[in-house]
């Protein structure tokens, strides 16, 4: 299919909850949709096994670059280290807080969207309800957006359709799409990458910050009658 500047968009999509909900936003609001995903030597990297089911269930094509050893610093490249804990050098910030994740991400994605023609670019980045990470903000996105787009001569439009939303209207937003299940059942959230106990809210347990959001936001979301 030839792409249309404004008519495709690719996602960043790890396989997680939020950009699983992005993956069927994108599908919902542009006419063709592609997927890019990143190896970076995370622990739960699982989910891009589970990314490359979800893309699948989705008709999505789905491309994972290999950027391990790139990015370093957090509990989620250096996996003896408790996912729970502050991080080691910001303690401000939790010890999941991959620094320079989302700016490597929307760099490369950006730049990979330009060779096939696309100027839009989804993430699933949220400040409202956002695990501690600087680089989750808006304005950060809009300014990695403005440097982009004078990198490259051309329009890129970073969207981020979570932004302000909380976990319990992302899990809502999942339920008016139709998707519900596909989040719920295939999407993995966990930092240690357990996909042994299965619960109401999906994959995963309770002994990280990831899986206590998540379940959090599907208990406020079901007491609220928000999935039906």
């Known amino acids: ?14 396989g997680g909850q939020d950009s699983t909900t992005c993956l069927f936003w994108a599908r919902k609001n542009f006419e063709h949709v592609e997927a890019l995903g990143f190896r970076y030597g995370q622990k739960h990297n699982v989910e891009l096994k589970q990314a490359k089911l979800i893309a699948d269930e989705a008709g999505v094509p ?6 391990t050893g790139i990015l370093q610093g957090s509990a989620l490249t250096e996996h003896d280290k408790d996912v729970s804990a502050p991080h080691e050098l910001s303690p401000n910030l939790p010890a999941s807080f991959v620094p320079g994740r989302n700016a490597v991400f929307l760099t490369i994605a950006s730049s990979y969207a330009f060779t096939k023609n696309i100027c839009d670019v989804v993430g699933g980045m949220c400040q409202t309800d956002y695990s501690g990470y600087p680089d989750c ?3 950060f996105v809009d300014s990695l957006q403005t440097t982009m787009t004078l990198a490259l001569e051309k329009d890129i439009r ?9 976990k319990a209207e992302t899990w809502k937003l999942a339920f008016d799409l139709g998707v ?4 719920r059942d295939l999407s993995h959230t966990d930092y240690n990458g357990d996909r042994s106990q299965y619960n109401e809210w999906g994959y995963g347990k309770l002994d990280n ?3 206590i959001l998540r379940a959090r936001g599907y208990e406020e979301a079901k007491a609220k009658g928000w999935l039906g």
């Open 158 to 166: 970073l969207h981020t359709p979570l932004m302000y939303l909380t």
């Open 137 to 139: 903000r808006r304005v």
């Open 62 to 67: 789905f491309h994972v670059i290999d950027i």
């Open 209 to 211: 910050p990831a899986s």
């Open 180 to 183: 519900l299940d596909i989040v």
């Open 1 to 14: 299919m030839q792409n249309t500047i404004g008519k495709t968009a690719l996602v960043l999509f790890s």
